[in-house]
């Protein structure tokens, strides 16, 4: 996570990681102030940087990126379901009507593929 700071001399806005630990940070007027995460006068006039700059990824790491949101989607999810007595009602209420859709598609599902099997056309029969 980056921070962005004015620096105390030129008043320029400076961008620094928060998660390195403690920083030397230099503006280009060549003024450089100490960088403490835990210093709670760090934070005074200062924004957090929560859009990351987008860098092009290669297929690999996309693939990698989208394989762990996935598996953190499917870890939401059953976190929900373990918690579902604790959840708000509209969460219930959602998640049931999930459940219920995904029950009818299948059921659906299965009918027409029984129903196809089960009723061939026949060859050769005019009306």
């Not at 403690?22 to 859009?51: M, S, T, W």
């Not at 959840?87 to 959602?94: F, G, H, I, M, W």
Request: proline share 7%; hydrophobic share 40%.
């Amino acid at each position: 996570m980056y921070l962005i700071k004015s620096c105390p001399s030129c008043f320029r806005r400076l961008r620094f990681p928060i998660d390195k630990g403690k920083l030397r940070v230099q503006c280009p007027c060549g003024a450089h102030f100490l960088a403490d995460p835990d210093d709670p006068a760090l934070y005074e006039n200062a924004e957090f940087d929560i859009l990351s700059r987008k860098k092009h990824l290669s297929f690999s790491n996309w693939m990698k990126n989208s394989f762990d949101l996935c598996i953190k989607k499917i870890y939401d999810v059953w976190y929900q379901i373990q918690n579902f007595p604790l959840l708000p009602s509209k969460e219930q209420y959602k998640i049931i009507g999930i459940l219920i859709a995904c029950i009818v598609s299948i059921a659906v599902m299965a009918y027409l593929v029984c129903a196809k099997k089960a009723n061939p056309p026949m060859e050769g029969m005019t009306i």
